[in-house]
T-cell receptor, first 111, second 113 residues
Framework: GQNIDQPTEMTATEGAIVQINCTYQTSGFNGLFWYQQHAGEAPTFLSYNVLDGLEEKGRFSSFLSRSKGYSYLLLKELQMKDSASYLCAVRSRSNDYKLSFGAGTTVTVRA | DAGVIQSPRHEVTEMGQEVTLRCKPI?????LFWYRQTMMRGLELLIYFNNNVPIDDSGMPEDRFSAKMPNASFSTLKIQPSEPRDSAVYFC???????????FGDGTRLSIL
């Protein structure tokens, strides 16, 4: 199976920066995805990393280190609407390229 | 463009009844996935299809669960007979290719009494 760990909860202030870490253990790593899920809604795709380094998309960035089995999602200039659960998902050849999802990190943005 | 469309959005039924969940993937997407999400177990893959063919159903919990994809624009997930422990949110997702991002429908919130 896939071991994916991410913090359960994080709280931050509007306008601040929050970094959500994700560590994983897998063989045949083939990509890491970040999804955002607001309460009662569907997960929506945020970012994808398959090579080491930083991918930036507006206020959101995602970083990957394959050698360390580590990724983070960076949320900048936090807004109230960023309050949601953030899911880390790993794809691997050893799991027939299926996505395995972490339990999610609930981020609460306070005014 | 229309996203993944699921129906019904909510379903409440008594245990022992048959439940059928429906999904229309994004047009042109070759892959369709069925997931179940609960507080205890998170988001779990149940089964996925490629070009209407079931590829991996190892996540289907037991024989009470079955899924079909009769054509490229329609899939069903059926539970018969349903049990209270099947209560969860069931998501359908689709993607162009297996290594492309998956796009999720709004889900069906299922409650078995």
């Amino acid at each position: 199976g896939q071991n994916i760990d991410q913090p359960t909860e994080m709280t931050a202030t509007e306008g601040a920066i929050v970094q959500i870490n994700c560590t994983y253990q897998t063989s045949g790593f083939n990509g890491l995805f970040w999804y955002q899920q607001h309460a009662g809604e569907a997960p929506t795709f945020l970012s994808y990393n398959v090579l080491d380094g930083l991918e930036e998309k507006g206020r959101f960035s995602s970083f990957l280190s394959r050698s360390k089995g580590y990724s983070y999602l960076l949320l900048k200039e936090l807004q109230m609407k960023d309050s949601a659960s953030y899911l880390c998902a790993v794809r691997s050849r050893s799991n027939d390229y299926k996505l395995s999802f972490g339990a999610g990190t609930t981020v609460t943005v306070r005014a | 463009d229309a996203g993944v469309i699921q129906s019904p959005r909510h379903e409440v039924t008594e245990m022992g009844q048959e439940v059928t969940l429906r999904c229309k993937p994004i047009s042109g997407h070759d892959y369709l996935f069925w997931y179940r999400q609960t507080m205890m177990r998170g988001l779990e893959l149940l089964i996925y299809f490629n070009n209407n063919v079931p590829i991996d159903d190892s996540g289907m919990p037991e024989d009470r669960f079955s899924a079909k994809m009769p054509n490229a624009s329609f899939s069903t997930l059926k539970i018969q007979p349903s049990e209270p422990r099947d209560s969860a949110v069931y998501f359908c997702a689709s993607s162009l290719q297996v290594n492309q991002p998956q796009h999720f429908g709004d889900g069906t919130r299922l409650s078995i009494l």
